[in-house]
């Protein structure tokens, strides 16, 4: 499995970015998938996480109402939708995918599978 994560760059405080993650590997629907995102001397924040089936979402406190999460299982693809983007919102942003999660763990950095990176930068 590889993850590549696209969509990042420089927006203001307010504007809206989308992310991606292309998946390439076998059985993508049988994944779940998550984003996290590092910002410079933190440690890996949970995002946002989908079920294999896309029905279910989950998200971290700090973006609940502002970032949602979708797939396309015909695409092999997860999104992160970002709105209302703060400037502690910036970060590396990491997509991740894990065939064996349970809904308790969702949140837990200890994917199998992770993306190498989009930098998304908030700042006017």
């Known amino acids: 499995v590889q993850l590549q994560a696209s969509g990042g760059g420089l927006v203001q405080p307010g504007d809206s970015l989308r992310l991606s993650c292309t998946f390439s590997?076998?059985?993508?629907?049988?994944?779940?998938l998550a984003w996290f995102r590092q910002a410079p001397g933190k440690e890996r924040e949970f995002v946002a996480a989908?079920?294999?089936?896309?029905?279910?979402?989950y998200y971290g406190d700090s973006v609940k109402g502002r970032f949602f999460i979708s797939r396309d299982n015909a695409k092999n693809m997860a999104y992160l939708q970002m709105n209302s983007l703060r400037s502690e919102d910036t970060a590396v942003y990491y997509c991740?995918?894990?065939?064996?999660?349970?809904?308790?763990?969702?949140?837990?950095?200890?994917?199998?599978?992770w993306g190498q990176g989009t930098l998304v930068t908030v700042s006017s």
């Open positions: 590997g076998r059985a993508f629907r049988t994944y779940s």
């Open positions: 989908t079920k294999g089936n896309g029905g279910s979402t």
């Open positions: 991740a995918a894990d065939s064996r999660r349970i809904t308790s763990t969702l949140g837990d950095p200890t994917y199998a599978y």
